[in-house]
């Protein structure tokens, strides 16, 4: 079996919880052979952890390595869109963590980019590769009609679950400004992605962009795109957000938020007239919890519920496995940059209804 060489472009939260721990456990399919953060300290620490000695500050000498096969893009999202093109334009396949990025017009870019290359681009949706959900796809097609559906995300920082469970190393010994660019360039793609408008629907897209993306791409998935927002409002300075999405002949309410509470409850369930099918996940910062599907059914004077846990392997390692077939073995990836355009457009029609 062919290993890929890949590297690794942030190494926040995720990178340091799922990615890199993934990667070395599925060695027979992958070498980490470069990573790239702005901290010197942390690339220090994480180089020596997992025996990296090709250790960047600057994106764009990584992507320049000569025997690298693929790149993750898992820094700051204001930063994909120029990450994943240099790696593409550098004939490297890439996996984009979510969101791929803030605009249509960069999500434009990467297209042709990875076109112009003839190399493979993936969105890190892991959502969409859950067993459960992927048999819920499956089965809501044998549901005849839909009377309702239900979209729900409300949890806890992420902090609340990373602190109780795992060893997360930060430094700050960023560049001098570092952060100012950061801000900077939000806000010009925020405003370049949904125009002139008030804080709190920046703040909106954002969530939309960030926790919701995962939520709406998993919806589409089970029940499609919806026709249009019927409705929509955000409160708490766009913390919280609910809407209603017309579907033929059904309506689907969406509801998120993130507080303190020390639970994550996100959950999509759809009704058929007889038999209801709810997909519920759980964080994803601690490894292993299932995702499980829940059925619910009235078969003559009796009603039942019925729990599926089709396995405890996590998502991000089956999302993981993908993408290895995806660039080894030609296979069309799951969650391609098209399908993340589809998501960008659902975004705007959601801020245009909340103007």
């Known amino acids: 079996m062919k290993r890929l060489k890949v590297g690794l472009i942030g190494l926040g939260e995720v990178a340091q919880i799922t990615h890199l721990p993934i990667l070395e456990a599925l060695h027979d399919r992958y070498e980490i052979a470069a990573l790239c953060d702005l901290s010197p300290q942390l690339l220090k620490v994480l180089g020596e952890r997992y025996r990296v000695n090709n250790l960047y500050t600057d994106a764009n000498q990584l992507v320049a390595q000569n025997d690298l096969d693929a790149v993750f893009v898992l820094n700051s999202d204001e930063y994909h869109a120029d990450c994943a093109i240099a790696a593409m334009n550098n004939k490297k396949h890439v996996l984009i963590e979510k969101p791929m990025c803030l605009t249509m017009a960069e999500a434009d870019a990467i297209i042709q ?46 902090h609340l679950f990373i602190e109780q469970s795992s060893v997360v190393h930060r430094f700050s010994d960023f560049p001098e400004g570092a952060g100012r660019d950061r801000a ?17 629907l920046k703040n909106v897209y954002r969530l939309m962009c960030g926790l919701s993306s995962h939520d709406l791409s998993a919806m589409r998935d089970i029940i499609g795109m ?130």
Do not use: C
Not at 118 to 142: N, S, T
């Open 184 to 200: 900077e360039r939000a806000a010009r793609l925020v405003a370049e992605a949904i125009g002139d408008v008030p804080p709190e």
């Open 226 to 355: 919806p026709h249009r927002v019927k409705a929509a409002s955000q409160w708490n300075g766009g913390g919280f957000v609910s809407a209603i999405f017309e579907y033929d002949g059904y309506f689907a309410t969406f509801e998120t938020g993130v507080d303190n509470i020390r639970r994550f409850d996100a959950h999509i369930e759809v009704f058929g007239e007889n038999k209801s099918l709810r997909v519920q996940y759980n964080t994803p910062y601690i490894r292993h919890l299932p995702t499980t599907l829940i059925v619910g059914e009235t078969i003559g004077e009796a009603y039942s519920e019925s729990v599926v846990r089709p396995t405890f392997k996590d998502p991000y390692t089956i999302e993981l496995e993908h993408f290895y077939d995806v660039v080894t073995n030609g296979v069309a990836p799951k969650t391609p940059p098209e399908d993340f355009k589809i998501d960008l457009k659902l975004f705007g029609m959601i801020i245009d209804a909340l103007k």
């Open 113 to 158: 980019a990875r076109d112009r290359a003839g190399v493979q681009a993936m969105v890190g949706y892991m959502r969409r590769f859950a067993p459960a959900l992927v048999q819920a796809v499956d089965e809501v097609k044998q549901l005849g009609k839909i009377n309702y559906a239900k979209i729900r995300d409300f949890i806890g920082h992420n």
